[in-house]
């Protein structure tokens, strides 16, 4: 399993729109990511959010975010968000601190796999 935890921040004043597009996220993007078994989850706190994805390789994540539909979502996104001077936005990866049950299990096997 491919894992990766990121925050970034919204714009002041963003955070309804931005939870109404992911309530009413795109089919097109829904179905690639169910496709490729993308899972998310994000958290909001104040203005700042919190994204922990999950797919089977990373390979899978790239193929459910490449092509015109995501192009044209990231650039909607970026609108609500914090970006750098290119207009891309601006995420920061997030170090594991603590893994239990499932989640250390699963980290696990893949460390082990890697030693192997």
Same mark, same amino acid.
């Given at each position: 399993?491919?894992?990766? &935890?990121?925050?970034? *921040?919204?714009? @002041?004043?963003?955070?309804?729109?931005?939870?109404?597009?992911?309530? +009413?996220?795109? @089919?097109?993007? &829904? =179905?690639?990511?169910? #496709?490729?078994?993308?899972?998310?989850?994000?958290?909001?706190? +104040?203005? *700042?959010?919190?994204?922990?994805?999950?797919? @089977?390789?990373?390979?899978?994540?790239? =193929?459910?975010?490449?092509?015109?539909?995501?192009?044209?979502?990231?650039?909607?996104? &970026?609108? %609500?968000?914090?970006? #750098?001077?290119?207009? !891309?936005?601006?995420?920061? +990866?997030?170090?594991?601190?603590?893994?239990?049950?499932?989640?250390?299990?699963? %980290? #696990? +096997? !893949? %460390?082990?796999? *890697?030693?192997?």
């Amino acid at each position: 399993m491919w894992s990766k &935890a990121l925050t970034y *921040r919204l714009k @002041p004043g963003c955070y309804a729109e931005y939870k109404k597009a992911h309530d +009413e996220v795109w @089919p097109e993007l &829904a =179905q690639a990511m169910s #496709d490729n078994q993308v899972n998310m989850v994000i958290h909001h706190h +104040e203005e *700042r959010l919190y994204l922990y994805m999950t797919a @089977p390789t990373e390979e899978h994540f790239n =193929q459910s975010h490449t092509g015109k539909i995501a192009d044209r979502w990231l650039a909607y996104m &970026a609108t %609500l968000m914090i970006t #750098d001077d290119e207009g !891309k936005t601006i995420m920061d +990866e997030m170090d594991m601190a603590f893994a239990f049950g499932r989640y250390k299990e699963e %980290l #696990d +096997e !893949k %460390l082990n796999s *890697r030693l192997a």
